[in-house]
């Protein structure tokens, strides 16, 4: 089942602050967040892996509602350099091999 | 991470031909994925190609249109046969560090079916 992400896009000054939001209507082993440039290749920002975790990478944080079945990216002090697609991948629980689903990704453009 | 490459990085195919795409790491990795994804939409698995078992297909892909081989760990290829304009497509080779389960995309093939 694909994750649901929100909003699809938003539009920020630098500077500005951004929330973007990964929920899953099943239960979630682990939460993987990318980001994609326009023409490149998917980029790894981090993984959550358990219920109720937080990581932060510069000013890139995210945290994972076990309970809730949802993960948020949290995007501070935004820079240029942060513009682009940003896609949740989940891992649920039971299959045999590990795999992501992900979700229709949020576009973030970051404007001077 | 690891450092991925791709052949080709595009080409424009007939349809009813087939592609061979190759992808390379330059590490030792078990794991690695073939995505595909239309521009500015979502990354679709088309299948997990594990070293050492059979490729694992999700739905709505076949082995016979998309043959799959892992020889070893730092190489894989994916094949789109009998092509059709609706194959058109982004696809990219990932694969995943042993242990920590980092996903790390190779930079795309991007195919054009006429």
């Known amino acids: 089942q694909q994750p649901v992400q929100s909003p699809q896009a938003v539009i920020l000054r630098e500077g500005e602050d951004a929330v973007i939001n990964c929920s899953s209507s099943?239960?979630?082993?682990?939460v993987h967040w990318y980001r994609q440039k326009h023409g490149e290749a998917p980029v790894f920002l981090m993984i959550?892996?358990?219920?109720?975790e937080q990581k932060g990478h510069d000013k890139i944080s995210a945290s994972f509602n076990e309970k809730k079945q949802q993960s948020s990216l949290y995007l501070t002090a935004s820079q240029l350099s942060y513009s682009g697609t940003y896609f949740c991948?989940?891992?649920?629980?039971?299959?045999?091999?590990?795999?992501?689903?992900f979700g229709k990704g949020t576009l973030l453009t970051v404007n001077p | 991470s690891a450092v991925i490459s791709q052949k080709p990085s595009r080409d424009i195919c007939q349809r009813g031909t087939s592609l061979t795409i190759q992808c390379q790491v330059d590490?030792?990795?078990?794991?690695m994925f073939w995505y595909r994804q239309q521009p500015g939409q979502s990354l679709t698995l088309i299948a997990t190609?594990?070293?050492?078992?059979?490729?694992?297909?999700e739905s709505g892909f076949v082995i016979d249109k998309f043959p799959i081989s892992r020889p070893n760990l730092t190489f894989s290829t994916l094949t789109v046969s009998n092509m059709s304009p609706e194959d058109s497509s982004i696809y990219l080779c990932?694969?995943?560090?042993?242990?920590?389960?980092?996903?790390?995309f190779g930079p795309g093939t991007r195919l054009t079916v006429t």
């Open positions: 099943k239960a979630l082993y682990s």
């Open positions: 590490s030792q990795v078990t794991m």
């Open positions: 990932s694969v995943a560090r042993d242990g920590t389960y980092e996903q790390y």
């Open positions: 959550l892996l358990k219920g109720g």
């Open positions: 991948g989940t891992e649920t629980p039971g299959g045999s091999n590990y795999k992501l689903t």
């Open positions: 190609a594990n070293q050492g078992s059979e490729a694992t297909y």
